[in-house]
Structures are given as C-alpha cells and as structure tokens.
C-alpha cells in the first residue's frame, strides 16, 4: 500500500481520515490530508507501524517521502526559530507549524546546545506580569515541564500558547494563567504536545 492508496482503504473499510488521525496520535486532519497528498511533511518513522497496524498491511515508501526521526542535537543550534503569529482561539494563541516561522534569532546565553530549541513571541496579555506581550520565551521541545513550571501547550490545531503547567487529570490537561489569575483546563485530545520553557541548567 502506497499513501495514495490510503483514501481508498478508508472508504473499503468504512472509516474516515479522522479514524486514522486519531491513531496517529490525534494527528490534525489538515495535516494527514497533506501527508497523504505528498504536499505537506513528509511521514516521521514512528508513524510508520501504526499506519500498518491500522490497515493491516505494508506501507510502502521511498526515502523521499519518510522524515529521519528527530533526535537532539549535539551541537549548539546556530539559528532558532522564532513563532508568533497570531492565530485564532483566544488572544493568547500563536500558530505554530513549520510554516509559520516569523524569523531566526541566536541562541540564548548559557545554552550548553543539549536538545532542541524554539522562541515563542508572546502576543497576548494573559500570563502577565510573567511575561508581557512581545518578549520571547524559549521554549525546550520535547522536555515536558514539572508540576508549576511555565511551558508552551502545542495544541493539535497547529495553534500554541504559554501557561504555567499544573499536572494532568486522565482526559484534561491543567494549567494556570495570570492575567485574569485563574486556573484552567485543556481536553487532552486538544493538546498534543506539552514543552518546558527553558531556563539555564534545564536539558
């Protein structure tokens, strides 16, 4: 079975592109249609067994359509993307996909170069006074933070936004902001992936 052909299995099995996304770890549906077309990014290797499991079959690719899978860096990045566009659901929330980088900025001092960084330009006002409307926060990706410690929510709408991280519940994601002081929740089938904010001596 070729990616193309996933339309048509779907519809032999009766099921839609949405029953695939979610196996696919509740993967946004825009995002799956463009992987299937061979017009978005290409298929990350984790991804590849659970396709096979949900067709039950071969799922056959050429190098240029499978991503290498993401490791961390041993080097210091040289150039760190910068996200903050505007995006709907609330004042506070960015877009954040590969294609929506605003610019590349410089490593922050006292970064030793371990993992995976990224800056976020707040645009809101939700988590003043902790942070004000147009100051970057960089973000450690792949590390997930402690209870209390501030993190950027990457929801599966390609959407993201700055909290503090309070825990998780067995459907919710909880979290706090400051600017109305309130506590809040996030159903985790919205959220899909949360990162530490970094701080010196976090890796």
């Known amino acids: ?112 170069g371990s993992g995976f960084l990224a800056y976020v330009r707040l645009g809101g006002t939700s988590m003043e006074p902790r942070y004000f409307a147009g100051e970057l926060a960089p973000v450690m990706l792949g590390v997930e933070p402690a209870r209390g410690q501030d993190c950027l929510i990457e929801f599966t709408n390609s959407t993201a936004a700055i909290k503090t991280y309070l825990g998780k519940r067995p459907h919710t994601l909880l979290a706090h902001q400051y600017n109305p002081d309130q506590d809040l929740d996030f159903p985790l089938s919205d959220v899909h992936a949360v990162h530490a904010i970094w701080r010196p001596g976090l890796i």
Request: charged share 30%; no cysteine.
């Open 1 to 112: 079975m070729k990616l193309s052909d996933i339309p048509a299995r779907l519809r032999l099995m009766g099921k839609k592109q949405a029953d695939l996304a979610r196996a696919l770890d509740n993967l946004d549906t825009s995002t799956l249609s463009k992987l299937i077309a061979g017009k978005g990014r290409k298929v990350q290797l984790h991804e590849i067994p659970k396709i096979e499991a949900f067709f039950g079959e071969k799922l056959e690719l050429d190098e240029l359509a499978t991503a290498a899978p993401f490791t961390p860096r041993r080097q210091v990045q040289r150039r760190i993307p910068v996200y903050g566009y505007a995006a709907a659901g609330g004042q506070d929330r960015i877009a954040y996909a590969d294609d929506r980088v605003l610019e590349w900025r410089e490593p922050p001092p006292l970064w030793n």
